[in-house]
Structures are given as C-alpha cells and as structure tokens.
T-cell receptor
C-alpha cells in the first residue's frame, strides 16, 4: 500500500474551514484515498473516500490533485466537536480487497474557540 | 447509520485472569470483522481479521493463543485476552465493513464502522 504523510498537528478557529493535507506520492492507479477520524477515547469514524474525482458528503469534502499524489480533507465550518485525530489511508478498493486498514500517526486537529 | 456495538466499554481485571470482549454488528451482517489495539498516544494497530465460520487471521507478532478470536455468527465476534498481564492493558477496538460499502463507488471493505472501544486495565 502507498505510504501517506500527514502533518502531526494543526489548529483551526471555530467556524472556519479546516484543510487537512495528505501526501501519497506513491499511490497506484487502483488505490483509493480514505479518511477516518478518531475523537479522544472513541473508535474511529469513517468520513469520506475517493479515487480521482473530488468528493463531498454531509461531513466533508475531499480534494484529490490531478496527479493523485496528494489530497486535502476539508471540513467547511469546523466546530469544537471536530477536534480529533484525522487519518488518511490509501488502500486498494473494490469488493475483493481484504478490508485491512493500516493506520498511520494521523493529524491531530485542534479546533479553538 | 450502521452501528457496531462493543462490550464492555471498560474492564479492570487481575493479572492471570481472562477477559472477553464482544463486538456486535447491530443492523447488518458481517462475515468479516477486525480487531485493533491502541496504546496511549499511539495509533491503532491491527491485530487480527475475524472470519465468520473459520479461523481468524492474525497479524505478524500477535500471539494467537494469547488473543483468542471467535466469530460464531454473522453479527458477533469475540476477543478473549487469556491470562492477561499488565502489559496487555490497552484500548481494544473492533470494526466491521457493512455490505453496502461495496456499492459506494468501489470503496469496498475499507469503508468500516468501528465500535466504541474497550479499555482494559490489568492490575
């Protein structure tokens, strides 16, 4: 699986957009980008995923560069409840994949009032 | 949305005893579930893949006789920490991919729902 690189920590003001970057320069053509987050002392929560097109759902937007070597997770209006560790994971998709998720160190996002 | 329930949320036990942790998918069937362990200030580490009706698959370095996994039904997987010792104290988390994950634009089993975790403290 492609290795991902994320900044260890970021701050964001409440109500502002939080932009979390992820570098995955060795991503291959059949690998998807997934984002999960883990609020303190809870299980992780799936946020969004994409292959090459930008994606948006009720939680966030995912912007993937044209060469797919990096992506950005955008929380449009961050709240204090969005304070969490955010994990960017690159994995092969499709129904035949094993489902193993390998978590890196992630980015700790601190939303400040 | 899909819910994965984990029980107990916290357990304190004496060294040498065994502890069972349950992971249930409440509104979907899961032929596969996953177990993770997380030490303080560290990321999640995948321990094993639980397969309904067959043996679990353990990650390298995880003792299968220490961490017994049983996936007896399509909605329940259990992790038993046998002869627990203080170094086994950790946060244990399970996950399961819902069947509709494969319909979500090719995301497949990588779209998963996680339990709330079990904090094990061995005295």
């Amino acid at each position: 699986d492609a290795k991902t690189t994320q900044p260890p920590s970021m701050d964001c003001a409440e109500g502002r957009a939080a932009n979390l970057p992820c570098n995955h320069s060795t991503i291959s053509g059949n690998e998807y980008v997934y984002w999960y987050r883990q609020i303190h002392s809870q299980g992780p929560q799936y946020i969004i995923h994409g292959l090459k097109n930008n994606e948006t759902n009720e939680m966030a937007s995912l912007i993937i560069t044209e060469d797919r070597k990096s992506s950005t997770l955008i929380l449009p209006h961050a709240t204090l409840r969005d304070t969490a560790v955010y994990y960017c994971i690159v994995r092969v998709g499709g129904s035949s994949n094993t489902g193993k998720l390998i978590f890196g160190q992630g980015t700790t996002l601190q939303v400040k009032p | 949305g899909a819910v994965v329930s984990q029980h107990p949320s916290r357990v304190i036990c004496k060294s040498g005893t065994s502890v069972k942790i349950e992971c249930r998918s409440l509104d979907f069937q899961a032929t596969t579930m996953f177990w993770y362990r997380q030490f303080p200030k560290q990321s999640l580490m995948l321990m094993a893949t639980s397969n309904e009706g067959s043996k679990a698959t353990y990650e390298q370095g995880v003792e299968k006789d220490k961490f017994l996994i049983n996936h007896a039904s399509l909605t329940l997987s259990t992790l038993t920490v046998t002869s627990a010792h203080p170094e086994d104290s950790s946060f244990y988390i399970c996950s399961a991919p819902p069947p509709w994950g494969g319909l979500a634009g090719g995301g497949g089993k990588n779209i998963q729902y996680f339990g709330a975790g079990t904090r094990l403290s061995v005295l």
